[in-house]
């Protein structure tokens, strides 16, 4: 079976990495973009992407940016998004939600439940799941 294609937007590399590891150990492969323009640019380029990982805190663009943006561009107004950020932020927590946001995730996070609920929202079927690893 082929894997799934993610986006994963985070301006910090560490868990960028981190997070690319895990979906790739079961159903998914990831690129990489370390700002809001990168990750807008990377969905430009790519139309295979089965979900995003956007993160709200990142230079040039912030991820609520891309997300607004996704949500206003007919390619990708119902690809499912997943937003992370760190603890305390209730007001961004509204306006992601607001704005077309799939699911919300705080950091520090379980890279199991985050594996968990990409898995669903792609669509992938818990024989995939990468739960073993």
Not at 37 to 55: M, N, P
Request: glycine letters at 6%.
């Amino acid at each position: 079976m082929e894997k799934l294609h993610v986006l994963v937007a985070d301006d910090e590399p560490h868990i960028g990495r981190i997070i690319k590891m895990k979906l790739e150990q079961g159903a998914f492969r990831v690129t990489l973009a370390y700002d809001g323009r990168e990750a807008l640019d990377a969905l430009a380029t790519h139309d295979d992407f089965a979900l995003v990982l956007l993160d709200l805190m990142m230079p040039v663009m912030s991820g609520l940016d891309v997300l607004r943006t996704m949500r206003s561009d007919p390619r990708w107004q119902k690809l499912p998004c997943i937003i992370l950020t760190a603890a305390g932020q209730e007001q961004q927590h509204r306006l992601a939600v607001e704005s077309g946001a799939s699911d919300f995730l705080t950091k520090p996070f379980s890279p199991k439940k985050l594996y968990a609920r990409a898995a669903e929202l792609a669509g992938v079927g818990a024989e995939n799941s990468g739960s073993e690893r």
